[in-house]
């Protein structure tokens, strides 16, 4: 009997790492995000290695990508900190644990896996002002629910839907968390459509813009188009 090989790890569908891929969102009411991969770079053992720049209200900010065996990881510890890399506070990673992402192999309705992240936090430096410093830590629980098919702003996505719990709290022992729980649609080839927290959207993607010209995601409803047969005569 022929075994399968199991799916490289890399890259992974569900974070592509995709040189010039621009994801843009709506978040909160208004304000608008755009998420941009450049400088990838597949070693020889499998993992990817990228940049992601992140656009916000204005303000800029990047992280480093890595894909390997277990999921990718991000140099800011997923999409919390990502957020507020470019939110005007002043952040530092402490400790991050997890990935932001998991193989393909968890990727599967009733996958689990956990993260966790690690901060300071500064407001922006004002002449006279104070700075005081916020150290926060957020553990999150992740599970697959399953498959749905899910329309945003930016098109109709067959994604599969995650729920998250996150609890952020002082980063001291002892201290008590206060739990949220948000759910979350990831679309292959695209990654993250939409973010919703009790009902409310958080996150809303509005377009992709691919460069190079790659083929429209068969995610997409209907799957992929086909070219129209040539007319005799």
């Known amino acids: 009997m022929v075994v399968a090989a199991a799916p490289a790890p890399c890259p992974n569908p569900w974070f592509p790492m995709e040189e010039g891929l621009a994801l843009t969102y709506r978040a909160g009411r208004s304000s608008e995000l755009v998420l941009t991969t450049k400088d990838v770079v597949p070693a020889p053992d499998g993992t990817v290695k990228a940049l992601l720049a992140v656009s916000l209200k204005g303000r800029n900010g990047q992280t480093e990508l890595t894909c390997d065996a277990q999921g990718v990881r991000t140099g800011l510890g997923g999409l919390e900190g990502t957020l507020l890399s470019a939110s005007g506070m002043d952040m530092q990673v402490v400790n991050m644990e997890g990935v932001a992402v ?8 009733g996958g689990t896996w956990k993260n966790s992240l690690s901060v300071k936090l500064q407001p922006p430096a004002k002449k006279g002002g104070l700075r005081p410093t916020i150290a926060t830590t957020f553990d999150k629980e992740a599970t697959v629910l399953g498959e749905e098919e899910i329309t945003v702003q930016g098109g109709t996505f067959k994604a599969l839907k995650i729920k998250n719990i996150t609890t952020a709290r002082a980063s001291r022992p002892g201290s008590e968390g206060r739990s949220m729980e948000s759910l979350m649609w990831f679309a292959p080839d ?31 409803k209907g799957g992929a188009k086909k070219a129209p047969k040539p007319t005799k005569g």
């Open 102 to 109: 998991p193989a393909p192999s968890v990727m599967v309705p």
């Open 190 to 220: 695209v990654g993250i459509i939409k973010l919703t927290t009790d009902g409310e959207t958080n996150l809303e993607l509005l377009k992709v813009d691919r460069p190079k010209a790659k083929v429209q995601p068969a995610a997409l």
